[in-house]
């Protein structure tokens, strides 16, 4: 059973920057398509950032809202996905989930969907106010 767990969540000042980190147990997370999506208070869960396995070329996918702001990266060693968010806004305050899947939309393809995501982390916030 693939557990994960979210950290690096936080306060952060507009403008500042966040990374967080996936951390899997149990389970080799560099054969799962992961992705890292967020949930604002009163609305959906929406795609932030989506990584294929390195096998299928390590494709990224990035929100529009996002980009040039917010790198996803694996660190296979480790076994943990990243998130490096810079220049932080307001609008990015949410609660972030790391989520994985080995099917080929995910794996392969990083369709950045979240239904097409089986396994979850609990989520950690992020808040950007000054």
């Known amino acids: 059973q693939l557990q994960l767990v979210e950290s690096g969540g936080g306060l952060v000042q507009p403008g500042g920057s966040l990374r967080l980190s996936c951390a899997a147990d149990?389970?080799?997370?560099?054969?799962?398509?992961v992705g890292w999506f967020r949930q604002a208070p009163g609305k959906e869960r929406e795609g932030v950032s989506c990584?294929?396995?390195?096998?299928?070329?390590?494709?990224?996918k990035y929100a529009d809202s996002v980009k040039g702001r917010f790198t996803i990266s694996r660190d296979n060693a480790k076994n943990t996905v990243y998130l490096q968010m810079n220049n932080l806004s307001p609008e990015d305050t949410a609660l972030y989930y790391c989520?994985?899947?080995?099917?080929?939309?995910?794996?392969?393809?990083?369709?950045?969907?979240?239904?097409?995501?089986?396994?979850w982390g609990q989520g950690t916030q992020v808040t950007v106010s000054s």
């Open positions: 989520a994985a899947d080995w099917g080929v939309y995910t794996s392969v393809q990083a369709v950045c969907v979240p239904k097409e995501y089986d396994y």
């Open positions: 990584i294929s396995t390195i096998t299928s070329g390590g494709v990224t």
């Open positions: 149990g389970v080799t997370l560099d054969t799962y398509g």
